[in-house]
């Protein structure tokens, strides 16, 4: 588990780097509740961002919550609204942009369409 969350780390903090390299005000939420990781704000809007990790070769990223209570793990999917963009950052270092919520879904293969 705490590999997983290094690799969140480390897309959280390389979000923040690259929002910030393009003129963007980034805050970040005082607890760990949020549904988003990020408020990325434009000048034109704020924006809650999601920031995902994907190591494997297929590149596709689970997009659902998963943690540990009591009775054992709880796996849930985005709820409608939850945040505005998701961000991913890839392995070998590739970020990509998607500037919606992707309520209800498994998972999402990046395209190249959204790289930054």
């Known amino acids: 588990m705490r590999e997983t969350q ?26 760990e509740s949020a549904a988003y990781d990020l408020i990325v704000d434009t000048g ?12 494997g070769a297929r590149r596709q990223v689970n997009l659902r919550q998963i943690h540990s209570n009591a009775q054992g793990y709880v796996v849930k999917k985005t709820r409608p609204g939850a945040y505005d963009w998701l961000y991913i950052l890839t392995a070998d270092g ?22 930054l």
């Open 6 to 31: 290094r690799k969140g780390d480390l897309a959280v903090a390389k979000a923040i780097h690259t929002f910030t390299a393009m003129g963007y005000d980034v805050s970040k939420p005082l607890t």
């Open 94 to 115: 590739q970020e990509y942009l998607m500037r919606e919520c992707l309520a209800a879904r498994r998972s999402i293969t990046p395209q190249e369409s959204f790289r």
């Open 44 to 55: 034109e809007g704020l924006f809650r961002v999601q920031a995902r990790f994907t190591g």
